[in-house]
C-alpha cells in the first residue's frame, strides 16, 4: 500500500524535555490516570472531514493544502486513497478512533442508488483495514448540509421530497455504522433553523425534525444497532437560528418530543463559544441530567463570531473540561474527537501531525491536572460547605420536598437571615492556578 505520509515516522512519547516537535511531550496512552490507561481515558478521535477532506479554502480564496492525493481526478480512486491515508495516519499519530460523514469518505452519484454503490464499495475497503489495523468507529453520521438540496434545511425542510431524501440518506448512514460497528450515530443539524419567521413555520419544523429522530429510533432498533444516539449542539451556524442552538436547548427539545431516553449530547468546544457559553458548562448541563455523550474537542477565537475550529492548546480550558468530564464519571461510550483542522497557512502534510500532537497533548496533561484537582478536594470541599444550609434545618426538609410556602413562611417571619459568605471566586480560580503551574 502506497505511503503518503513519508516524512514522518509513527509518533512516540518522549516526555517534556523534548524539542521534537514530531513527538509527544505529555500523552503517555499507557500511563494510569484515575484508575484508566490514558488512551482508554480520553479516547481520542480522527475526525476524516478536517483531516483527510478539508482543503484550506476559506471564503477568500482556494485550498492550500498539500497532500499526497491532490493529483488524483477520479472521484473513487481519490476516495480509496484518501481511506487508505486515514488508516496510515492513525497508526501513525497512535489514535484508535475515527468519525465521519457518509460523504466525507464516498462522493455522491448521479442518484441516491449510484451514491450507495460508492458508499458501499468504500465501506468494504474500510472493513478491511478496520481489521487490519484494528481500529473502531467512534461515530458516523449523514452530511446533510452541503448539498444544494438541503438549503432549506434536510428534516426541517419544506420540501417533503427532501425530507424523504434525508430520510433515505439516514438510514444507510445507520446501517453503515453499525456494520462497522460504531459506538454512537451523531445527528448534526447543519441547516436544521431558519433564517426569517416571515417563510417559517417554526411548529411545524420542529414537530417534522422530532417525526425524523423518532423514524431513526425505530429504525435502528428493527436492525439491531446498538450504539448511542447523539446531538450535536450548534448555534449560528450556518443560519441565524438553529434549533439546537445549545445543550439546554437540545434537552428541552428531546423532553418535549420524549425523546431524552433515546438521545444524548455531542458538545463542541466552538460551538459552546458561539452560544456564549464555555465547554464546562455546556459539559456540566449535559453532566446534570445524564446526557453527556461525546465530545468534539477544538477552541475557537472569541473574538470572531464563525467556527473557526483550531486545535485545542489552551491547557486551562481543557483542566476545566475534563475535571467537569471526570465528575461526570467519564464520557461513557463516548470520545474525544478532535473535530479540528489546521490553519489556511499550515498547509504542509507534517503540520497535521504536528497539530495533533498539540491537541492531544494539551487534554493528557488537562486530564492529569484535573484528576488531581479533583483528587484533592479543595475545590469540591468549598463547594459542599458553600451549599451545608441544605443538609440540616430548613434546607433540608426544601430539598426532601417536606417545605412549602406556608412552613417556609412560618420558619422565617421572625427570625434574621443569616449571614451570607463570601464566594471567593479569585481564590477558587487560584487553586486551579497552583494544580496547573505545580505540575
Not at 458516523?140 to 419544506?158: D, E, I, L, Q, S
Not at 463570531?305 to 461513557?332: E, H, R, S
Not at 499550515?346 to 491537541?359: H, M
Not at 426538609?397 to 449571614?419: H, P, Q, R, T
Amino acid at each position: 500500500m502506497k505511503e503518503y505520509f513519508c516524512n514522518v515516522q509513527k509518533i512516540k512519547f518522549e516526555g517534556r524535555e523534548s524539542k521534537n516537535p514530531l513527538a509527544f511531550k505529555y500523552y503517555d496512552a499507557e500511563e494510569m490516570v484515575g484508575g484508566k490507561k490514558l488512551k482508554d481515558q480520553l479516547r481520542f478521535t480522527m475526525s476524516y472531514w478536517h483531516t483527510l477532506t478539508a482543503s484550506g479554502a476559506d471564503p477568500f480564496g482556494v485550498g492550500t493544502y498539500v497532500r499526497e492525493w491532490d493529483a488524483e481526478q477520479d472521484p473513487m480512486k481519490l476516495a480509496k486513497m484518501r481511506m487508505e491515508a486515514a488508516f496510515e495516519f492513525m497508526n501513525k499519530i497512535d489514535i484508535d478512533y475515527f468519525a465521519f460523514h457518509d460523504r466525507d469518505i464516498a462522493p455522491e452519484g448521479k442518484s441516491l442508488e449510484e451514491t450507495n454503490r460508492n458508499l458501499d464499495e468504500i465501506v468494504d475497503l474500510c472493513e478491511g483495514l478496520m481489521k487490519k489495523h484494528n481500529k473502531k468507529l467512534l461515530w458516523g453520521t449523514a452530511n446533510m448540509f452541503t448539498n444544494p438540496r438541503f438549503v432549506h434545511g434536510a428534516a426541517t425542510t419544506c420540501n417533503a421530497d427532501v425530507f424523504a431524501y434525508a430520510a433515505a440518506q439516514v438510514k444507510k448512514a445507520i446501517e453503515v455504522t453499525n456494520r462497522l460497528d460504531g459506538e454512537n450515530y451523531v445527528f448534526w443539524g447543519g441547516r436544521e433553523g431558519y433564517e426569517t419567521l416571515l417563510n417559517t413555520n417554526m411548529g411545524l419544523e420542529q414537530d417534522n425534525l422530532a417525526r425524523f429522530f423518532h423514524m431513526a429510533v425505530d429504525y435502528a432498533q428493527k436492525i439491531g444497532f446498538k450504539g448511542q444516539f447523539l446531538i450535536e449542539p450548534k448555534p449560528k451556524e450556518p443560519t441565524k437560528h438553529q434549533y439546537d442552538f445549545d445543550t439546554a436547548t437540545v434537552l428541552g427539545f428531546l423532553r418535549k418530543y420524549d425523546l431524552d431516553k433515546y438521545f444524548k449530547v455531542n458538545i463542541e468546544a466552538n460551538h459552546a463559544t458561539l452560544a456564549g457559553h464555555t465547554y464546562e458548562h455546556e459539559i456540566a448541563v449535559a453532566g446534570i441530567n445524564g446526557a453527556l455523550g461525546s465530545l468534539d474537542i477544538n477552541q475557537g477565537d472569541p473574538n470572531l463570531g464563525w467556527d473557526t475550529d483550531q486545535f485545542p492548546t489552551n491547557l486551562y480550558d481543557a483542566v476545566l473540561a475534563m475535571y467537569q468530564v471526570l465528575k461526570c464519571g467519564g464520557i461513557a461510550s463516548g470520545g474525544l474527537n478532535f473535530d479540528s483542522k489546521v490553519r489556511r497557512a499550515s498547509f504542509e502534510a507534517d503540520d497535521l501531525f504536528i497539530a495533533y500532537i498539540a491537541g492531544m497533548d494539551t487534554f493528557a496533561q488537562g486530564v492529569k491536572i484535573a484528576q488531581k484537582l479533583l483528587d484533592g478536594g479543595e475545590i469540591e470541599n468549598f463547594v459542599k460547605e458553600r451549599y451545608s444550609s441544605f443538609t440540616t434545618g430548613i434546607g433540608k426538609d426544601i430539598v426532601e420536598g417536606k417545605a412549602d410556602f406556608e412552613s417556609l413562611e412560618k420558619y422565617i417571619i421572625n427570625k434574621d437571615v443569616s449571614a451570607n459568605k463570601s464566594g471567593r471566586q479569585e481564590m477558587l480560580e487560584a487553586i486551579v492556578n497552583k494544580y496547573i503551574l505545580n505540575d
